[in-house]
């Protein structure tokens, strides 16, 4: 598991990950334990990366439409703001 930094204008935050290459079906999945069923997957890591954002976006808007409540460490984070995904690569 990976953790990468979730960044905000005021804020960072630190969302685990999980990469895997399905090799099946010869593309990559990167999902998120903290919201389950919360995946993105691309022909190439960096194209399944990219996506997380928008689909971590896109869970905290249904759980808070639907009054579910979120991962702590997810609850301050600000839906109005634009948020990236800050890869380091060791």
Known sequence: MSVLPLTQ????????VVVEFLEEDGVYMVSVP???GCRAWGD???EALRAVP???RAMLQA??????PLPQP???VDLS????LRVSVA
């Open 44 to 46: 190439t890591l960096d």
């Open 34 to 36: 903290w919201l389950q």
């Open 54 to 56: 928008d689909n971590i």
């Open 63 to 68: 759980r808070h439409a639907h009054g579910d």
């Open 81 to 84: 703001l634009p948020f990236t």
């Open 9 to 16: 204008e005021k804020e960072l935050v630190s969302v685990p």
């Open 74 to 76: 997810l609850q301050n």
